[in-house]
Every structure is written in C-alpha cells, then in structure tokens.
C-alpha cells in the first residue's frame, strides 16, 4: 500500500521484479504469472520453452501479455546468439532442434558444469541413432506437461507416446521446459567427450560412461545407493 502512495504522490511508476526461473513448464509459468503482483489482464497461451528464465522488471500495470512478449523476445536474442556461435558439425539442423535439447538437458542437471558434458552425451547418441533415453521427457509425457509427483514407472518408459525418447528416437516434437542461457550454450557449445550414457551418482550428479558395460557397473552403484537409503529410512 505504501508503494501504491508513492505513486501517487511521486508519479513515478512503481517498480516491480518477476524471476522466471530455468526449467520450468509454461504451465508453472503461467502460474506464476498470475501470481505476480501489479500485473494487469490474462496471460496468453504460453508455447513451451518461448521465454528465456530471467528477472524481468515491470511497471505497476503492465499487462502479462506485454511482459511475456519481452521474454520471448529475451529467448529470440539468446537463441540466436547461441546458435551463431555453435560448434561445426552439430547433429542439429535448426535453431529450433537446439532449443529442444537445450530443454531436456535442464531438466536432466541441476548441475551447471555438467551441462556441457550431458549435452555431448544426447548430441553423441542422436550421431549414433540411439535413442536419447531422457527420463525427464518421460516424466513430461506421463503428466501430459504438468510436473510430475511420483516416480517414472515401467509402464511410463513403455508407453508409445512422442515425447518418450525411449519408445522414439530423436528429439521430442517441442521443448519440455525453458531452458537457460547455460543449457543454451551447453548444447551449441559441448563438451569434448566420447561419452554415451550417465546416470545418477548418489551425490546430486551423475556419474558418465563409453561403453555399455561402464555404464552398467555405474547404474549397479546408484542401485546400491538407493538400497543403502532406503534401509537407514526410518520405518513408517
């Protein structure tokens, strides 16, 4: 209320800022749009991945329409910048094929070093023709883009559905979910690598591998990590 008396009293208008952060869908998006205060009128139909995660300020009374024009406008800049500085012999044809990838690999890291080197591995497996086998785009087809509150389960990776990437090969038909400007460069920019698979290491990263047989003793481990907590869990 002060704030809405300073304007009045100043004229200047009131400012405000709104963080989208990286990885989300435009659902939660949206969420948070119409959460936001001092914005005015409904939000459009938001296209996955359009607006790049970033802080944005805003006017008191500025529309969400208006808003959200800036930031699709932000992720048509940071897109291209990305996509003029890409490494030669990318397995993509298309910014928008780039944008895709750069999706799944933030939804697959909270890590932002292992970008670069989970971005190799996808871009490995698409020059191979494997299948990208991402979890998070299964987790985005089993919600139908909506977060997902339990864990994948068989029947999820056996579903015949687009944007399972370990029933199709290739990318998904669009983005999962906005990604940064890391993920950006992350996949226009990789990591040297000859690695083709990771997986979950127990600590908040992964643990990354050659060949098949690496990456079995690699998910061996990780089993043996879940057992190991699932059994200090106190009972319920």
Not at 29 to 49: F, S
Not at 77 to 106: C, H, Q
Not at 192 to 198: G, H, N, R, V, W
Not at 215 to 226: F, L, P, S, T
């Amino acid at each position: 209320m002060e704030q809405v008396l300073g304007i009045l009293r100043t004229g200047r208008p009131v400012q405000r800022r709104l963080t989208i952060p990286e990885g989300l869908t435009s659902r939660q998006i949206a969420a948070l749009l119409a959460r936001a205060e001092g914005l005015t009128g409904e939000a459009p139909t938001l296209a996955e991945g359009a607006v790049l995660p970033e802080t944005y300020a805003y006017a008191w009374g500025e529309s969400r329409a208006a808003l959200l024009r800036r930031a699709e406008a932000a992720m048509e800049r940071a897109l291209a910048e990305a996509w003029a500085d890409r490494a030669p012999n990318l397995p993509l044809a298309t910014p928008r094929e780039a944008l895709v990838l750069a999706s799944i690999v933030e939804r697959e890291t909270a890590v932002p070093e292992e970008r670069p080197r989970i971005a190799a591995v996808f871009l490995n497996r698409l020059r191979a023709g494997m299948a990208l086998q991402s979890d998070p785009t299964v987790a985005y087809a089993a919600a139908d883009g909506a977060p997902l509150d339990r864990p994948l389960s068989r029947a999820d990776l056996d579903r015949d559905h687009p944007f399972n990437t370990y029933r199709v090969k290739g990318l998904t038909p669009a983005p999962i979910a906005a990604p940064g400007l890391a993920a950006l460069r992350a996949v226009t920019r990789p990591a040297t690598t000859e690695d083709l698979y990771f997986v979950a290491d127990g600590s908040g990263g992964h643990a990354f591998a050659r060949t098949l047989e690496e990456h079995n003793r690699n998910v061996a481990r990780w089993r043996e990590v879940e057992r190991r907590r699932a059994e200090a869990a106190p009972a319920r």
